[in-house]
């Protein structure tokens, strides 16, 4: 019997991301409280900036782009938002890390709870995902439901994808 495998990989639509900034930007032109307020929202290849002119205005972004993160079906766990920092003028910027990938340490740990619970299947880690393989589709089923039920001790968000 051969071995049937998926992958535990950790990404986001990048789509998805652009739609989310570019709804957030019409919505700060048109609200009153954000209009007026030098606000900008750049998105980077790896990294989402936002900067205004008061810590106010940066967390009122910061909830917008979370309420249209939610509503489009992204895991507000991609967003890895950094401390804020004052810059020229007195405005504040702060710098959210977008999430792609598994880290090594979360992947270890993954890998673990997977053994521990299912010692029939193994779980490789192959770069930034985590491959898992077993004879028994029920066994990786098992796996799927236990790693989304333990899903909330991740920092990272998890989906599973080449299931074979």
């Known amino acids: 019997m051969a071995e049937s495998t998926f992958d535990i990989v950790s990404d986001y639509d990048r789509q ?3 739609n989310v900034v570019d709804q957030v930007r019409r919505e700060i032109v048109t609200r009153y409280d954000l209009k007026d307020a030098g606000i900008e929202l750049t998105l980077g290849e790896n990294d989402l900036v936002i900067s205004a002119e008061s810590e106010l205005h940066v967390a009122a972004v910061r909830d917008l782009i979370q309420t249209r993160a939610l509503r489009r079906q992204l895991s507000l766990k991609i967003f890895a938002f950094g401390s804020l920092a004052t810059i020229a003028g007195g405005r504040v910027r702060q710098t959210a890390t977008l999430q792609r990938g598994i880290a090594e340490d979360i992947a270890k740990r993954i890998q673990k709870l ?19 393989g077993s004879k028994s589709r029920d066994d990786l089923q098992a796996v799927i ?11 990272i968000p998890l989906q599973f994808t080449n299931y074979r």
């Open 16 to 18: 998805e991301v652009m």
């Open 145 to 155: 439901r236990l790693v989304k039920e333990r899903q909330d001790e991740f920092s």
């Open 114 to 132: 997977i053994r521990d619970q299912y010692p029939r299947v193994q779980a490789r880690i192959q770069g930034d995902a985590l491959r898992v």
